[in-house]
């Protein structure tokens, strides 16, 4: 069984500051990773995702994320927040199973300050 | 491709009411989801639809929840008689077999009062 667990449901940077939002996993078998964004009032959007390959993975809006096998991690971030950066952050766990095996963490809230 | 669409945005209704939530999902797209969203529980995957066939309706929480899919372009989540819990937002969501991700609408915002 696969579940997420994200350290921090809220986290507060200062804009022009690294980010960085925590994301532990425990799966069973090789697991695909992803990292979502919820803007306000807004549904999820799709961040960036672990597959297979390459562990360092680049999304958009400057995030990237690292799959450590060892520490079952995928932890996001970003070198620099910008204002518009302020959101949901949700990380999530699948199988391989396809899009109905999507397990989410509980969300990070991310608030950027000028 | 305009995305997942999902009618209404918003849906204030009554206690006892039955509360009717729509979702298009991307065309070409056989998998849809229908999620729930709470501040206590966070997102649930309340069913999943493969070929407008329902898959999984494990995490539909009791009877007063159903939904449906009659075609490959419309799916329906149905709560009759709706209660104050019931308040969340409501996410629809469609893929395909060979995506890893699901691809989300923005929401429907249900307040029971």
């Known amino acids: 069984a696969q579940s997420v667990t994200q350290l921090g449901s809220h986290v507060s940077v200062s804009e022009g500051a690294l980010v960085l939002l925590r994301c532990n996993y425990s799966?069973?078998?090789?697991?695909?990773l992803f990292w979502y964004v919820q803007y306000p009032n807004q549904g999820l959007q799709l961040l960036l995702k672990y597959t297979t390959g390459a562990t360092l993975v680049k999304g958009i809006n400057g995030f990237e994320a690292e799959f450590k096998k060892s520490e079952t991690s995928f932890h996001l971030t970003k070198p620099s927040a910008h204002m518009s950066d302020a959101a949901e952050y949700f990380c999530a766990v699948s199988d391989q199973g396809g899009a109905n095996n999507l397990f989410f963490g509980t969300g990070t809230r991310l608030t950027v300050i000028p | 491709d305009a995305g997942v669409i999902q009618s209404p945005r918003h849906e204030v209704t009554e206690m006892g009411q039955e509360v009717t939530l729509r979702c298009k999902p991307i065309?070409?797209?056989?998998?849809l989801f229908w999620y729930r969203q709470t501040m206590m529980r966070g997102l649930e995957l309340l069913i999943y639809?493969?070929?407008?066939?329902?898959?999984?309706d494990s995490g539909m929480p009791e009877d007063r929840f159903s939904a449906k899919m009659p075609n490959a372009s419309f799916s329906t989540l149905k709560i009759q008689p709706s209660e104050p819990r019931d308040s969340a937002v409501y996410f629809c969501?469609?893929?395909?077999?060979?995506?890893?991700?699901?691809?989300f609408g923005q929401g429907t915002r249900l307040t029971v009062v």
């Open positions: 969501a469609s893929g395909t077999p060979r995506d890893t991700e699901a691809f």
């Open positions: 799966s069973s078998v090789p697991p695909y």
């Open positions: 639809f493969n070929n407008n066939v329902p898959i999984d």
């Open positions: 065309s070409g797209h056989n998998s």
